[in-house]
């Protein structure tokens, strides 16, 4: 009777756990399509699908300290203040907690901002909100490496 109990709570914690980790597993995957969206968007802007990717909200940080709303982002990189040629991410980490994700990476990439042929190595941080059952760029924060 004793065994039995202790195998009915070892087959039921073990159904919790795997309950929850497929969920996470099926955020996590949901957050890395949000960043590849992100990636791609920044390469090849489109104003309703930046604005539609971006939290009301935004803090977008650049590596030089500057800091930017979501008009500025989205205005930044549909310009071309902002360009990015081409973008390389490694070293991605997504963590999910509750409606929120980090994701850390490694940025390289070949800019030309405002005209002007140049690289970018950073160290990224994002957060991601989720609002409405999308996913929600809410902050980024980029350092020089």
């Known amino acids: 009777m004793y065994t039995k109990t202790i195998l009915l709570a070892i087959v039921a914690l073990s159904s919790m756990l795997t309950t929850r980790t497929l969920a996470q597993g099926k955020e996590q995957a949901a957050v890395a399509q949000a960043v ?4 791609q968007l920044m390469i090849d802007p489109d104003k309703a699908k930046l604005e539609s990717l ?5 803090s977008y940080g650049h590596s030089t300290g500057k800091i930017e709303d979501k008009k500025a982002f989205v205005e930044a990189l549909t310009s071309g203040s902002s360009d990015f040629k081409t973008i390389d991410l490694t070293e991605e980490t997504i963590t999910v907690v509750d409606n929120t994700a980090m994701v850390r990476h490694k940025l390289m990439a070949e800019t030309a901002n405002d005209g002007k042929p140049g690289q970018a190595k950073l160290a990224v941080l994002l957060v991601w909100v989720k609002q409405k059952g999308n996913w929600k760029l809410l902050a980024r924060q980029a350092v020089k490496i």
């Open 54 to 58: 971006a939290s009301d909200d935004l």
């Open 36 to 39: 590849q969206q992100l990636k």
